[in-house]
């Protein structure tokens, strides 16, 4: 019984140890930030904080697994964000009474960028699921659009 009480306490102590210096240690608080920020979609913050974690200690996983996953995720928003200016655009040009071939050219042109960052960008697990459906259905949409005045 003593035995088992002392291994408890050593063990105790030990992970105690551990999780202060894991709660203190810089490169590792700004980890706990970036992933803090990731979960709350602020993917530029959660890169920075990830980067400057990684600078500190590069044998910080969590700083390295933040950082790239934020650099996925903002392809997705940079694409979202692309996608949104041009559909934006792209209303502009069909107000009018008919669409020019030169407005046409711009259209297709449009749509062949969009359908082409979208295949450059790749999804993982770890990323908002909304965001990612976001970016498909404009993807669908940059498709359809490409069909129509092709």
Request: charged share 20%; glycine share 2%; proline share 1%.
């Amino acid at each position: 019984m003593r035995f088992s009480a002392l291994w408890l306490g050593i063990s105790a102590f030990l992970i105690a140890v551990m999780a202060l210096y894991f709660m203190l240690n810089p490169s590792y608080e700004r980890s706990l930030e970036a992933k803090f920020h990731f979960a709350i979609g602020d993917y530029d913050k959660a890169q920075i904080l990830a980067t400057q974690a990684f600078e500190l200690n590069s044998y910080n996983r969590m700083a390295a697994t933040i950082m790239t996953q934020s650099q996925v995720a903002m392809k997705f928003v940079n694409y979202n964000r692309q996608a949104k200016a041009y559909m934006k655009r792209i209303s502009q040009l069909a107000e009018g009474e008919g669409i020019s071939e030169a407005d046409r050219a711009k259209i297709r042109t449009m749509c062949i960028i969009m359908i082409d960052e979208y295949v450059k960008i790749s999804p993982s697990v770890v990323i908002d699921a909304a965001l990612v459906e976001r970016s498909k259905h404009y993807y669908e949409k940059f498709v359809a659009l490409y069909e129509k005045v092709t």
